[in-house]
């Protein structure tokens, strides 16, 4: 799979994690990364050239909030998590 495919993917996954999340939750929760790494595990794993394991994406979520709060990029954040698991995942193959 090429990383424009992967990036698609990724960033739906993202999208679709938030909406359930926000339909069980209906706003903040201080848990939401564990929540969202559970969640999507199964899904995202296919889409990864590693194998981190459930505590690695919630430690890639954690890390991509921060990194997405402090850098305030343009466009969605989806897209920008979307970039950045790619990144980390390439590093961690």
Known sequence: MDSDTRQ????HLFGAAARSHHAVYGGPNPGWARWYAEWMYGQVLPLLRSDPSVDDVEAWLV??????????PEGSWPGHYADWFIEWD???S
């Open 8 to 11: 698609t993917e990724l960033r």
């Open 63 to 72: 890390r991509a909030d921060e990194r997405y709060r402090t850098e305030e």
């Open 90 to 92: 390439a590093a961690a």
